[in-house]
T-cell receptor, first 114, second 111 residues
């Protein structure tokens, strides 16, 4: 089974802090994704990476950046955290580059910005 | 018009009921249809994956796709309290990278 591990289940940070969310997958998947999930808004794509050091903006990239230095690890960075970035963050990975392949999700990081 | 629409619910049914969860979409290029189940405080997990119109059955779950109406359904027979979760539909085309998630329908199965 594919395992996608997010480093923290719960995280509390202060406004203005630089925040790092880490995600590791163990199946040598090429593609990795970061979403945020909010009540009433569903899952929204922040960034995705189709290969090491490659990234593409999703629907809501403002205020975020990403890093993928190794194939198994994809990091989401909040450059200067704000309260409107309080959310559930979900990482996913996928084998291959076709959108028809399913994505496999981690259990999420619930981030609170105070 | 949003690309993928789902009734958010919550939908509450008694144990043993047949549940119908529905999703509509607007993009005729969608060819693959996924249903994800998400338990509280967990990530979504793939439940069903179908291609083209018709039915696909897996145990108590049946996924139905009607491409002509752009309508997809997930049926759960003999529903159990353990089926209580949010169900997300995700139709997708053959190009691009991202899935197109609906906002999900919350289901509660009461004993």
């Amino acid at each position: 089974d594919v395992k996608v591990t997010q480093s923290s289940r719960y995280l509390v940070k202060r406004t203005g802090e630089k925040v790092f969310l880490e995600c590791v997958q163990d199946m040598d998947h090429e593609n990795m994704f970061w979403y945020r999930q909010d009540p009433g808004l569903g899952l929204r794509l922040i960034y995705f990476s189709y290969d090491v050091k490659m990234k593409e903006k999703g629907d809501i990239p403002e205020g975020y950046s990403v890093s993928r230095e190794k194939k198994e690890r994809f990091s989401l960075i909040l450059e200067s955290a704000s309260t409107n970035q309080t959310s559930m963050y979900l990482c996913a990975s996928r084998d291959g580059g076709r959108s028809s392949q399913p994505q496999h999700f981690g259990d999420g990081t619930r981030l609170s910005i105070l | 018009q949003k690309e993928v629409e789902q009734d958010p619910g919550p939908l509450s049914v008694p144990e043993g009921a047949i549940v119908s969860l529905n999703c509509t979409y607007s993009n005729s290029a969608f060819q693959y249809f996924m249903w994800y189940r998400q338990y509280s405080r967990k990530g979504p997990e793939l439940l069903m994956y179908t291609y083209s119109s018709g039915n696909k059955e897996d145990g108590r779950f049946t996924a139905q796709v009607d491409k002509s109406s752009k309508y997809i359904s997930l049926f759960i027979r003999d529903s159990q309290p353990s089926d209580s979760a949010t169900y997300l539909c995700a139709p997708v085309g053959d190009s691009g990278y991202a899935l197109n998630f609906g906002k999900g329908t919350s289901l509660l199965v009461t004993p």
